[in-house]
């Protein structure tokens, strides 16, 4: 499996908000996010691809970083 292609409408509980630094890579609103050994946000893909990710939580918005600098924009999770 992959990485989400699209925003999706994730159900959640409870919970805040944290922002963290986006690695250089487009995150869907609904999708799971990782944090790479670098420390960025990245898209977390399913199950054994995810080797080396820490799991942060879920998109609450969509950000695209893919045209910038690891770093350049910031993406909240629940």
Known sequence: MTVLSADRETARKEGGLKSYPCGVDII??????GINEAGY?????????AVGLKFAG?????VDNSG??????????Y
């Open 41 to 49: 946000a990245v898209a977390m893909p399913v199950a054994a691809s």
């Open 68 to 77: 910038g600098s690891a770093g350049d924009k910031n993406v909240r999770v």
């Open 58 to 62: 879920v998109a609450y918005e969509k």
């Open 28 to 33: 869907y609103k609904g999708g799971l996010v």
